[in-house]
């Protein structure tokens, strides 16, 4: 079966923003504030407010209880084996033994994407539209992510 995240996208776009808008609170609110290292690096790759970055380290990244959003999310790649950092606002899953100084920066521009976009209500449809044009790999949000990826501080 064929799966167009472009043609279910506007169905899925208000449960996804959902979603991301409670999983993003309880990260706020459980997280564990940015080191003096990570509010460096937070800096570096253009975040305006670093200390706002709670992090929460997970065994899996969450995967949502509606159906068809998981599926959607694990068929565009956006959840699924192999991803272990998962940016929503100012809330950040880590996979538990994937923390990395190159991951957080990664995520952190996720951050930074967000502060420009002004909330993940205006961030998700464009980042999600990106994915549906591009793929995952290929996305302007992600593209930009990586180029800011650093292993120092």
Not at 109 to 121: D, L, N
């Amino acid at each position: 079966m064929s799966f167009s995240l472009a043609e279910v996208l506007p169905v899925l776009l208000p449960r996804a923003t959902a979603w991301a808008e409670e999983r993003s609170s309880e990260i706020l609110s459980e997280g564990i504030a940015l080191s003096e290292e990570g509010l460096e690096i937070a800096r570096a790759v253009g975040v305006k407010r670093p200390e706002r970055i709670r992090i929460s380290t997970v065994p899996e990244l969450p995967l949502p209880v509606d159906p068809e959003l998981r599926y959607a999310a694990l068929q565009s790649g956006l959840l699924g084996p192999g991803m272990v950092g998962l940016t929503l606002g100012y809330g950040i899953y880590i996979c538990r033994g994937h923390r990395s100084n190159r991951l957080l920066s990664h995520e952190c521009r996720h951050v930074y994407q967000y502060e420009i976009a002004g909330s993940i209500k205006d961030y998700l449809p464009e980042y999600l539209d990106q994915i549906a044009k591009f793929g995952y790999r290929d996305a302007p949000f992600e593209v930009d992510a990586r180029n800011y990826e650093r292993d120092d501080c």
